[in-house]
T-cell receptor, first 110, second 114 residues
């Protein structure tokens, strides 16, 4: 499976936008980019996914570079509830195995 | 709608004991899976199933058995517990295997093996 690289940690202030980067230079044409987050003492939850085009949903936006070697998860207005570990994952279309790395721990300051 | 339900939430075992972690989902999902998460680590896939009667190994299957006799249930069995199996276990499901859809996780089961 292609690997992803994320910063270990990031900080943000409440009500400000947050841009969480992810590098995936060995991505293949059939790899989908998934983002999950894990709040303290909870199971991971789905945030967003995309293939080539930018994607928006009620939780976040996903910006995918034109060459697809990197992507950015955008939280438009961070809240304290957004403090979590964010995982960027590549999933080959049809693969049964989502491989989670260590993710980025996001701290949101009041 | 309960989603993915795991029991027990906490368990302490002695080395060599056996136990089963239960996982049930009420969303009629075909795909179910088990992950373990160790401190400071991401999740690692243990076993998964794409439908009743079908199971397959993930990254770290050794020491664990699974079966899938119904669509709803996917129990994880530890036959001879070892301290290395101390971890938090998460069950997850999605609508179909082979799809890129959302994976729904349970709240986790924290297992300590002494």
């Amino acid at each position: 499976d292609a690997k992803t690289t994320q910063p270990n940690s990031m900080e943000s202030n409440e009500e400000e936008p947050v841009h969480l980067p992810c590098n995936h230079s060995t991505i293949s044409g059939t790899d989908y980019i998934h983002w999950y987050r894990q709040l303290p003492s909870q199971g991971p939850e789905y945030v967003i996914h995309g293939l080539t085009s930018n994607v928006n949903n009620r939780m976040a936006s996903l910006a995918i570079a034109e060459d697809r070697k990197s992507s950015t998860l955008i939280l438009h207005r961070a809240t304290l509830r957004d403090a979590a570990v964010y995982y960027c994952i590549l999933n080959q279309g049809g693969s049964e195995k989502l491989v989670f790395g260590k993710g980025t721990k996001l701290t949101v300051n009041p | 709608n309960a989603g993915v339900t795991q029991t027990p939430k906490f368990q302490v075992l002695k080395t060599g004991q056996s136990m089963t972690l239960q996982c049930a989902q009420d969303m009629n999902h075909e795909y179910m899976s088990w992950y373990r998460q160790d401190p400071g680590m991401g999740l690692r896939l243990i076993h998964y199933s794409v439908g009743a009667g079908i199971t397959d190994q993930g990254e770290v299957p050794n020491g664990y058995n699974v079966s899938r006799s119904t669509t709803e249930d996917f129990p994880l069995r530890l036959l001879l517990a070892a301290p290395s199996q101390t971890s938090v276990y998460f069950c997850a499901s999605k609508l179909q295997g082979g799809s890129v859809g959302e994976l729904f996780f349970g709240e986790g089961s924290r297992l300590t093996v002494l």
